[in-house]
């Protein structure tokens, strides 16, 4: 099924609901509203390609993670029934949350909405005094016509003004060897896009079809080029192509583009949003999110966060984080900026316990002062790329530069994205766990500056490149599988070298160096707590990675 076709079916579905808004200058009171359960919902786990398009259940299977009830869309009933009793209307819905953001005139219909027995709860989230401040835009969006620039031999030249960011990664290897996103779709949610179409560095997207969706979440429409070009200069990191002038980390991959945020606001409204759009990278099939937005006060200071729940797993935005990476996305997230101001740490949702965060580093990869600092007992940022000093694409079509950990995020959501072309069946907690393992630093005394330090790609894909043009990956045999204790692994007849148990967040528990000729490994697992583990096996060939439940 057509991935744009499918999202609008998800839209009328539940993702997103109503079409219409208080638009004129009267007082908005926004509510959210949570329901108890998705009884009675047409929907059902048997026949997900009713509300998943084939490529996120394609991920789903290639992943062993099975479709449940947080995928089915909220029923519809319950949000027309209580858009009825408020005389409201419903915004946006969250299949994860099960609930549906409410725009109202009278807040007062609070205890109304509770009253009904399918409502676990209702809460207010914010006023706007002048009516709902996400105006849609009034003039239609054609993209231009464009052609697509042709391929230079790949040096500091031809990358242009992209160079010292994707060489301080070493990430020009991988493109070298023609892993330049071919086949990857990378979900981009921020704020706006303004310039993106009629843009030269932006040709070749338009052309060849590479724009698999695109979707304003706060004014539900698919206008997304207006509020500042924030989204467009993340975009620009991984997509802009124009050889000889500018070259980013992922510029053939395929891209949805997303915004959440506003440039004049930091409504809580925002977070539902971002919410909304994380499922709904989740529902195309998304393989990768780059999120350079991070949260943490707001303009209803009752909905502040504290620094208390940077834990991983505390905050709806970081708990949604890794939901998203539970359904087989890698999460990457910027660390923020805020390292020289009071709140000095990262933001959220980069603490999620499954969520790459990004930190901030110049070329001489030595930590910018506000990039945001991981908080005591925490191994955050994950890593960090160049963000500071970066040169980006502005909206006017010209190179510019940029700072900040929003263009480091990008820098690694790319690269991430090219080294996953060389095992699409590697489960994405394992290429963040490569990703951390690689860092210039390793573990070090300044973890919550600099993570594992800046990811070299090159050290990382060069095992794996050279395996892949000599052997195919073994086939491995993993039994008992479920296992209550020890397991055996065999791959193939082949010599097994080494071997990791690595966690869903990408965290090794166990590894071992095997002594030479043994074609079959045992790793005790009794001591690991219940659940999904990735295997990943090196042969003298190949290295093979499958998956084992610990009962």
Request: charged share 15%; proline share 5%; with cysteine.
């Amino acid at each position: 099924m057509n991935p744009l076709r499918h999202a609008a079916v998800l839209m009328i579905s539940g993702l997103l609901c109503g079409s219409g808004s208080m638009l004129s200058a009267q007082t908005v009171d926004v509510l959210w509203v949570s329901f108890t359960d998705k009884a009675g919902t047409p929907y059902t786990l048997s026949n997900p390609r009713d509300f998943l398009t084939q490529a996120a259940i394609d991920r789903r299977l290639r992943f062993g993670i099975t479709t449940d009830s947080t995928d089915l869309p909220v029923n519809e009933s319950y949000i027309s029934n209580t858009a009825t009793v408020s005389n409201g209307t419903p915004w946006l819905a969250s299949r994860w949350l099960n609930g549906v953001l409410l725009q109202t005139a009278d807040s007062s219909v609070t205890a109304q909405i509770r009253a009904l027995p399918y409502v676990a709860d209702c809460q207010w989230v914010t006023r706007f005094s002048n009516g709902w401040p996400y105006i849609k835009a009034q003039a239609p969006q054609v993209p231009g016509d464009a052609t697509p620039a042709q391929p230079v031999s790949m040096d500091a030249t031809y990358y242009g003004g992209g160079w010292n960011q994707i060489h301080t990664c070493e990430g020009e290897f991988l493109h070298e060897r023609g892993y330049e996103g071919q086949g990857m779709l990378i979900a981009v949610i921020d704020a706006g896009f303004s310039g993106l179409y009629n843009n030269s560095y932006f040709e070749h997207l338009v052309s060849e079809g590479r724009i698999a969706d695109r979707y304003s979440f706060l004014r539900n429409d698919t206008f997304i080029t207006q509020d500042g070009d924030h989204g467009l200069r993340v975009l620009s990191v991984m997509a802009g192509y124009r050889p000889d002038a500018f070259v980013g980390t992922a510029p053939k991959a395929r891209y949805a583009l997303y915004q959440t945020d506003h440039q004049n606001t930091e409504s809580f409204v925002e977070v539902y949003a971002w919410i909304a759009a994380l499922e709904r990278a989740d529902s195309i099939g998304a393989d990768i999110v780059n999120n350079s937005l991070g949260y943490s006060i707001f303009d209803e200071s009752v909905h502040n966060f504290t620094t208390a729940t940077l834990d991983g797993h505390s905050n709806l935005l970081s708990r949604m984080a890794n939901t998203g990476a539970s359904k087989g996305m890698l999460i990457v997230s910027s660390a923020g900026n805020e390292g020289n101001r009071p709140w000095k740490h990262i933001l959220f949702p980069s603490d999620g316990d499954s969520v790459l965060a990004v930190g901030n580093t110049d070329a001489g990869k030595h930590i910018h002062y506000t990039s945001g600092k991981g908080p005591a007992g925490l191994s955050k940022p994950d890593v960090v790329a160049m963000g500071t000093n970066a040169r980006v694409i502005n909206r006017i079509s010209s190179i510019a530069p940029g700072n900040g950990a929003s263009f480091a995020t990008p820098v690694v959501s790319g690269l991430a994205a090219c080294f996953w072309q060389l095992d699409r069946n590697r489960h994405p907690a394992e290429i963040r766990s490569l990703i951390r393992q690689y860092g210039h630093l390793g573990v070090n005394d300044s973890m919550q500056l600099y993570g594992y330090g800046v990811p070299d790609f090159k050290r990382m894909a060069q095992p794996y490149v050279s395996i892949k043009e000599t052997a195919p990956a073994a086939a491995i045999t993993v039994y008992p599988n479920p296992s209550p204790g020890t397991i055996t692994v065999s791959a193939s007849g082949e010599r097994i070298i080494r071997y990791q148990v690595i966690n869903m967040t990408g965290k090794v528990l166990l590894q071992e160096t095997l002594v030479p000729g043994r074609t079959t490994a045992e790793p005790d697992v009794s001591n690991l707590a219940p659940g999904i583990y990735t295997l990943l096996v090196y042969t003298d060939k190949a290295v093979s990675s499958s998956l084992f439940t610990r009962l």
